[in-house]
């Protein structure tokens, strides 16, 4: 047995050993198979019989995984159960049928073929990695024009799953089961809801491993790092001893951070902060309320244009923020509005191809242009207010005016709800990022046009710093603590405080130690971020003084450089605090 090692991507930490249980890929055809005319009826019919029995599959396993994992897990169903439904793939397949004269087999591989090409053409990644609900509804159809299931292995006991992809109903179903340890894919990345439900379910997984299924046979052993993103096949003895020792470890850091997530988030001189948490997914509540999350800071509402080739309509967004609510319910939800168009560019909308997208068409600029999509989005956050959690947050705002126009669409659309004597929530709170300079540098004005501002480091440094926040050529600029920074933080966070208006930081900055300390001292309370972050910051803030932070700033506002101000905090924190920063890192490695 042939000892290796295989890098992919960690996107879910964790350290696991055991055997293999290998997955066999689920193959389209290959074989271009065609029908005689006098025989489109009786295919039609029985590509509804595949449809029909699809259909009746997902609800059944909706059922079944919303009764074992919660009603979070089941709305990957819910989706899938739209995208069958969804009336231009189910079209297109059948006019390869009638028109082209083409077997139900092979209508269905070629209409997965483009899709998959549309996909890959999206260059967001979180987008991109959608394309597998599709792929997944179509294979399971693919699968259902045989009336007859094949039988499946079982998967035994404690088994490390490997498998080229697993579709993501594939994984609720096999990952909810609890008889798996960990999951090592050929394909997928940290997005996908393969990913997102092994974290949820606490499942080492990694991903991107592109020929672990070429590699192994059921039987081997295998260790998982889910948080490196390494697969170690056929680990000699000593190997094995290291990991053991390091899955402990592992495991105490896990318990010692969850015992963080039930205390209470206070500075060490009792002053009360919240921490959020930023989601894309409503599947990923139950994770953040485990790490301890005070609400949802920053719900990202881009995905459920992902769900399906057609534009989402009113009650799909309905849907998803009612349950959103719900299960967030007293806590707080800011929904935003789509921060779709730059990069995050979709084929169902209409949006040229730009030669700076950053610059471009990007969030409410492409909401104030397109009134439709955003007067139906607006219309479902307002419906799902009746649990009075719900806030809405507007993204790249610039300048006023904008704010002006958003909020006149707001009462119009408001003003139909009443009309037609449908519920919301009057007084639910507007709110818009800061997160374009030019809107930064006017906050005193902005914020009293709205209930609460959020800030956006991610996109705000990038465009006060002129840095891509993505470019890992410019990213040693990308620094939080520049003093210019600093200075435009103090301003919005004193401008929200004169207004006496909440304000929240629902960028990266907010999970960074360091930045977390500064921001604390700048007087702000509310940090949302992505939520695996979440204990950490509250360990970190929970062992200072609010009354040492705000010192830490006063001083870092007169320093010349980013890494002054780092140092400053540095020293100041060690002497005074010397564990203060100790288990900052995310996980332990090694
Ligand atoms: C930000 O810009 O900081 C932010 C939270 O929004 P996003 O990362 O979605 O652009
Ligand atoms: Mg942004």
């Given at each position: 047995?042939?000892y290796?090692?295989?890098r ?5 930490p964790g ?17 271009k ?6 025989q ?11 449809i029909?029995r699809t259909?009746?599959?997902l ?5 079944k995984i919303?009764?074992?994992l ?9 989706s899938?159960?739209?995208i ?5 793939l ?7 049928i009638e028109e082209?004269l083409?077997?139900s ?8 073929g483009?899709?998959?090409e549309i996909?890959d053409?999206i260059?967001?990644?979180y987008f991109?990695q959608r394309?597998?609900?599709?792929s997944?509804?179509l ?6 024009l045989?009336?007859?299931e094949?039988p499946?292995?079982e998967d ?10 697993l ?10 089961r609890g008889?798996?340890l ?10 996908s809801?393969?990913a997102?439900?092994?974290r949820?379910l ?8 592109r020929?672990?299924?070429q ?5 081997d052993?295998?260790?998982?790092d889910?948080?490196?993103g ?5 680990p000699p ?5 290291e ?7 592992y495991?105490?850091?896990r318990?010692e951070?969850?015992?963080t997530?039930?205390l209470e988030?206070?500075t060490?001189?009792?002053i009360?902060?919240t921490?959020m948490?930023?989601i894309?997914?409503?599947e990923?509540v139950?994770v953040a ?16 244009y992902?769900q ?6 009113e009650?799909?967004?309905?849907r998803?923020y009612s349950?959103?609510?719900q299960q967030?319910a007293?806590?707080p939800v ?9 990069e995050?560019t979709?084929?169902?909308l209409?949006i ?9 068409l990007r969030?409410?600029r ?5 009134r439709?999509i ?5 219309r479902?956050i307002l419906?799902?207010?009746v649990?009075k ?15 002006y ?9 408001q003003?139909?709800?009443r ?5 919301f929530?009057?007084d639910i ?17 902005i ?12 996109d705000?440094?990038?465009?006060y710093?002129a840095?891509d926040r993505s470019?890992e050529l410019v990213?040693y600029?990308f620094k ?7 200075r435009?933080l103090?301003?919005?966070i004193?401008?929200?405080k004169k207004?006496d ?6 960028g ?13 001292g700048?007087g702000?309370k ?9 204990p950490r910051i509250?360990r970190v ?11 830490i ?11 002054e101000?780092?140092e400053?905090i540095?020293e100041?924190?060690l ?7 100790l288990?900052?890192?995310?996980y332990p490695?090694?």
């Open positions: 047995m042939e290796f090692r295989l992919g991507t960690g996107v879910s350290i696991a050993i055991g055997e293999v249980r290998l997955t066999e890929k689920i193959v389209f055809s290959a074989r198979d065609t029908i005689e005319a006098d489109v009826a009786e295919e039609l019919e029985r590509l509804e019989a595949a029909g259909r009746s599959q609800v059944q396993i909706k059922e919303g009764k074992k919660g009603e979070d897990h089941s709305f990957i169903f819910e899938h159960l739209l069958l439904e969804d009336k231009s189910t079209q297109s397949l059948k006019k390869k082209d083409f077997r087999e092979w209508a269905i591989t070629q209409v997965h483009r899709y998959m996909f053409s260059s967001d990644e991109k394309k597998y609900d599709v997944d509804v294979s399971r159809l693919y699968l259902n045989q009336p007859t094949a499946k292995k035994g006991k404690n088994r490390i799953l490997v498998a080229h992809d579709l993501p109903s594939e994984a609720a179903s096999r990952l909810s008889n798996v960990a999951v090592a894919l050929d394909v997928g990345g940290t997005t809801h393969t997102i439900l092994a949820s606490d499942i080492p997984a990694v991903m991107g491993l020929d672990i299924t590699s192994v046979k059921d039987g052993t295998l260790i998982v889910g948080a490196v390494e697969v170690i096949i056929n003895l000593a190997i094995r001893r990991f053991i020792g390091k899955k402990k470890k495991d105490d850091y318990r951070l969850q015992k997530a039930a988030a206070r060490l001189d009792g009360r902060f921490p948490a930023n894309e997914l409503p990923e139950k309320q485990l790490m301890g999350a005070e609400g949802i800071g920053l719900f990202r509402s881009e995905f459920i992902f399906s080739p057609e534009l989402p309509e009650e799909d967004h309905f998803i349950q959103l609510a967030t007293p806590m800011y929904i935003r509005t789509i921060d779709i168009g730059g995050k979709l084929p169902q209409n040229e191809k730009e030669p700076n997208p950053a610059l471009g969030a409410i492409f909401s104030l242009r397109d439709e955003f007067r139906t989005q607006l479902a419906r799902a207010s649990s959690n719900v806030s809405i947050l507007i993204p790249m705002i610039t300048e006023l005016e904008e704010v126009e958003v909020k006149t669409i707001l009462r119009e659309v003003g139909e709800l009309q037609e004597r449908v519920a929530d009057e709170p507007l709110g818009v990022m800061i997160e374009v300079p030019a809107a930064a540098a006017i906050t005193d004005k914020v009293r046009e709205v209930d609460y501002i959020s800030i956006g480091t991610n705000l440094i990038q465009y710093l840095v470019n990213s600029l939080p603590l520049h003093p210019s920074v600093l435009l103090k301003f919005i004193d401008s929200a207004a208006k909440e304000v929240t930081v629902c990266e900055m907010a999970a960074d130690p360091l930045s977390a300390i500064v921001l604390l700048l702000l509310n940090f949302s971020m992505n939520p695996i972050f979440i509250k803030l929970r062992s200072i003084e609010y009354g040492t932070a705000r010192k700033v006063h001083r870092a506002l007169t320093l010349k450089t980013a890494q101000i780092e400053h540095l100041k924190i002497v005074k605090h010397p564990t203060a920063l288990m900052g890192g995310e490695s090694g």
